[in-house]
Nanobody, 124 residues
Framework: QVQLVESGGGPVQAGGSLTLSCAAS????????MAWFRQTPGKERDWVAT???????SYADSVKGRFTISMDNAENTLYLNMNSLKPEDTAMYYC??????????????????WGQGTQVTVSS
């Protein structure tokens, strides 16, 4: 059974940095897409970044140049390094995964596995 557990969220001031982690257990596929999404109350879940098993990455325009997605295959852990944070980055952040594909989608419906989320709050 695949389980994704996020951590690393919290309060931070604008301009600061945070690194989110997503520990994946039971996820043994060597071919995969993994992603970060974020959601604020009353809004849809928005794509933030993706990485595939080839370590190819893609970013939403709103975070490009500030956020970095990475994957430690040895530790089965996905990361999101967030710099120059802005109040509009405030959201619940979710990691997501899908096995056996390398062309990663940006719709939440593309992903089969989800974590429970970790809250990031950026104050001005």
């Amino acid at each position: 059974q695949v389980q994704l557990v996020e951590s690393g969220g919290g309060p931070v001031q604008a301009g600061g940095s945070l690194t989110l982690s997503c520990a994946a257990s039971g996820f043994t596929s060597r071919i995969y897409c993994m992603a970060w999404f974020r959601q604020t109350p009353g809004k849809e879940r928005d794509w933030v970044a993706t990485i595939n098993s080839r370590m190819e990455t893609s970013y939403a325009d709103s975070v490009k140049g500030r956020f970095t997605i990475s994957m430690d295959n040895a530790e089965n852990t996905l990361y999101l390094n967030m710099n120059s944070l802005k109040p509009e980055d405030t959201a619940m952040y979710y990691c997501a995964a899908r096995s056996d594909v390398v062309t990663c989608g940006i719709s939440p419906t593309f992903y089969h596995y989800w974590g429970q989320g970790t809250q990031v709050t950026v104050s001005s």
